[in-house]
């Protein structure tokens, strides 16, 4: 079941997207932490964040739109108070951050690498709902890859790119990152959505738009992780609307050597155990003995 | 790993005013005791549209011999209520809670006043009846004050009556008790109530809160229970905030689910 990405050594592909999982506390209630793949937190920043105002959240057909803003502590903070939780457990745990300007993600990037705990950097450049960094820059081949050069040069730690769905050839963003010496991308973050109330003719988010997750971008997401796993060489993560284990699976034979597992924690806090023991079974009962042997086995 | 999701079976889904329901679900017996002011999220078992569980706040627990029950007051304001209208007796639903703080009752304050509009009576009726239970409140000591748009949309008045002897129902028509907003109402009386002496539970729209955030102006010790569209009920999704005063006094968005509902009106920032 172990999978590597980017000489991170995971007991099992299954992590936890950023932003649906808390600090992981939030979760470890429901959760045996421990059995996890990796965890990552919420997008860290500088300073600790506001975020945007409410309402920031709204249920859409098969899915929802989020406009939190990347509300967070901080990472001084996290490194202090969140942290000394995760290291009680034996789980990998991956630091998703964020940035207004590069200097930002570089000086993100130097505190939790000097950090105990943190096994592994996820680079936030996909980020629909802040005015500065995010999305500018993962929408952007040269720009997302100078965020990737100024982040690597602070750490050690394996260096995931986080992509957005939001462009015209994300293949082109994942190439640009890898060049830049990313060890991993991530794929894909939230599409920008909007809903209005009709009764009151305004949107239903106070930031006007969102992200929309959930299965309904499911398709988009497999087809996104099937294109970038076909031009580059580095581990493909696949994220967006996975469920069930038949989704997780999907994935992974588009070309994911893991997943993350978002929205669904929402509607149900046991669906990553479940997947977990899902693809188990899958490999049990089809006789796979190692689960990197159907990464990418898409038949056309 | 102390927490399960739970599947309940309904035993009564009524409509007792219209668009008002009473549901009650019956759950395995390791369902903890909730506290007054906590809330479950629920949802159709194996149905994923509507695709979020609903926050529900718990109007009242029962213990059983092998199992538990709590009833859920609610109007349905739109699809997922709607949805939850339509459940039958024996129809099985996924709980997940008891969620979220509650209201402290540890405190010796003379009067206890409840200032609930609509269905914001259904928090301050499990809380008033564990004053008269734990905190061994009186029914005296217990003032009620009750509001809503109109007759139709006044529920459980009668098991009110049995807790708190004390009870002004107001409605904005004047088709039941006194025509005035349940707030002006209070504001009439609050001579009554010495600000050292008393503590004030509220619950209801915003409107009512924010009103009463006014009238009281900070002299008051009132707790109020808040609403908002939730995702994840747990904390984790950070999108059912409201705007308060951080401890500094600086404001920052708090997470109505995992450090609410239960707020300190006096933190609240009004836009």
Not at chain 2, 13 to 33: A, C, G, H, R, W
Not at chain 2, 215 to 235: F, H, T, W
Request: aromatic share 6%; net charge positive; glycine share 10%.
């Amino acid at each position: 079941m172990s999978v590597e990405i980017g000489g991170l050594k995971l007991k099992n592909p299954v992590m936890t997207a950023s932003g649906t999982f808390g600090y992981g506390e939030e979760y470890a209630d429901y959760v045996d932490l421990n059995q996890l793949g990796a965890i990552v937190v919420k997008g860290l920043s500088l300073k600790p964040r506001l975020g945007n105002p409410p309402p920031r959240i709204m249920e859409t057909a098969g899915g929802m739109l989020n406009a939190v803003g990347l509300q967070n502590v901080g990472v001084d903070v996290f490194i202090k108070e969140k942290l000394p939780f995760l290291r009680q457990y034996d789980v990998a745990v991956i630091a998703n951050i964020y940035g207004e300007s590069t200097l930002e993600y570089s000086q993100v990037a130097k505190k939790l690498s000097q950090a105990e705990g943190v096994h592994a950097l996820e680079v936030n450049v996909s980020c629909p709902n802040v005015k500065k960094g995010g999305l500018s820059f993962g929408s952007d081949p040269k720009a997302a890859a100078e965020v990737t050069r100024r982040v690597k040069a602070e750490t050690h730690l394996p260096v995931i790119v986080k992509l957005t769905p939001n462009v015209t050839d994300i293949a082109a963003i994942a190439q640009s990152v890898e060049e830049a010496g990313a060890d991993a991308v991530s794929l894909i973050n939230t599409l920008t959505g909007m809903a209005i109330d009709l009764k009151t003719r305004t949107p239903h988010l106070k930031n006007i738009t969102g992200g929309l997750s959930g299965p309904a971008i499911k398709p988009v997401a497999l087809r996104m992780v099937w294109q970038v796993a076909q031009r580059v060489a580095i581990p493909v993560i696949g994220i967006g609307g996975i469920m069930t284990v038949e989704d997780a699976l999907e994935f992974m034979i588009a070309g994911a050597k893991a997943v993350q597992i978002g929205t669904a924690n929402f509607i149900n806090p046991h669906a990553t155990i479940e997947i977990i023991d899902g693809i188990r079974h899958y490999l049990q009962n089809n006789k796979i003995k190692n689960i990197n042997d159907i990464v990418g086995t898409l038949r056309t | 790993m102390a927490k399960d999701i739970y599947i309940g079976e309904v035993a009564a889904n009524e409509e007792i005013q219209i668009d008002y329901f009473l549901m009650k679900v019956t759950l395995p017996s390791d369902f903890t005791e909730p506290l007054p002011g906590q809330f479950v999220m629920i949802r159709i078992a194996g149905l994923h549209d509507p695709f979020l569980s609903r926050p529900i706040s718990i109007y009242s627990y029962t213990r059983g011999k092998s199992n538990c029950a709590i009833e859920l007051l609610y109007r349905v304001v739109g699809k997922g209520t709607q949805i939850l209208a339509g459940l039958i007796k024996g129809s099985q639903v996924e709980i997940s809670g008891p969620l979220g703080g509650s209201y402290s009752i540890d405190h010796q304050k003379k009067n206890i006043v409840f200032i609930a509009g609509g269905i914001g009576i259904a928090p301050l009726s499990l809380l008033a009846e564990a004053l008269c239970r734990k905190a061994s409140y009186s029914a005296a000591a217990m003032t009620f004050y009750l509001g809503a748009q109109t007759a139709d949309a006044v529920v459980g008045l009668n098991r009110l009556r049995k807790l708190c002897y004390n009870l002004t129902v107001c409605t904005d028509d004047g088709s039941l008790g006194q025509k005035a907003l349940v707030t002006k109402a209070f504001q009439k009386d609050i001579k009554k109530y010495s600000p050292s002496d008393t503590v004030i539970y509220a619950c209801g729209p915003k409107a009512m809160v924010q009103s009463l955030s006014k009238i009281l102006d900070g002299k008051y010790l009132c707790q109020v229970s808040l609403e908002e569209r939730m995702a994840c009920g747990v904390g984790a999704c950070v999108g059912c905030v409201v705007a308060v005063k951080d401890g500094q006094g600086k404001p920052a968005y708090k997470r109505v689910c995992a450090d609410g509902p239960v707020f300190d009106l006096q933190q609240i920032i009004w836009e």
